[in-house]
């Protein structure tokens, strides 16, 4: 019987403390309902009218680069505390100069019926390969290829202020395609120093002691539950 005529007595309080617990709980439920679904939105990637790569990315924990890209992930977990941003893509270009006929093989000249066409290619290479296509009535002795490639890449990233989502932008100077992107900026959880804020503050509430609507006026010491990360500068 006391400890109900201590919860009749006291009703103001409980009901008090239990609507704090349901906002509390309601307030995690939906930053978490929010993270789940920005997860489940994803990446957005697409070219724009000027022939420029774009992609919509969150910030994100190391750890999740390496569902994305596991040897990019192996090669760099070592320096992982180092690591703020990265960038990863990969570059195709491709150059022809259709048929390109000699002095000697004028098409107005009718080509010779002993000529034949050997091909010389080069060995399959990361940032080169070629193809030599050579007419010639015999097998030439020997051939020479200088190439050169020169590429400006620009790369632009523009992140919402609010700490949302970041916007990419690959550019080069001669078009070709980008793709295989692999895009990563740190997530900079917010310390638990940082949700504390101290200051004036005036009140007004009900007193369940008086049982009469109250103002408080004094120093307050707050706890922001829905900081979660440090918004950008």
Do not use: C
């Amino acid at each position: 019987m006391a400890t109900l005529s201590t919860i009749k007595k006291n009703w103001h309080i409980i009901l008090i403390l239990a609507l704090m617990a349901v906002a509390v709980g309601l307030l995690i439920y939906t930053q978490n309902l929010e993270e789940k679904i920005r997860r489940e939105l994803g990446e957005i990637e697409y070219v724009d009218t000027l022939g420029q790569y774009n992609k919509v990315y969150y910030e994100n924990q190391f750890k999740v680069l390496k569902k994305e890209n596991k040897e990019l992930y192996d090669s760099l977990k070592k320096y992982k505390d180092q690591i703020d941003y990265l960038v990863q893509f990969t570059y195709h270009n491709e150059y022809s100069t259709g048929q390109v006929n000699t002095p000697k093989g004028d098409t107005t000249t009718v080509p010779s019926p002993e000529a034949k066409t050997y091909t010389y290619e080069g060995e399959l290479k990361d940032t080169f390969k070629y193809k030599l296509d050579v007419n010639s009535d015999i097998e030439p002795n020997w051939y020479a290829l200088n190439a050169s490639i020169k590429e400006t890449f620009t790369i632009v990233n523009k992140q919402d202020p609010d700490g949302g989502a970041n916007h990419i932008t690959i550019g080069s100077s001669n078009g070709g395609t980008i793709d295989n992107t692999t895009v990563f900026k740190r997530e900079d959880k917010v310390k638990f120093k940082d949700r504390i804020a101290i200051g004036p503050s005036i009140t007004t509430g009900y007193d369940p002691f008086y049982k009469r609507p109250t103002a408080i006026i004094g120093v307050s010491v707050t706890f922001d539950m829905t900081k979660w990360k440090k918004k950008s500068k």
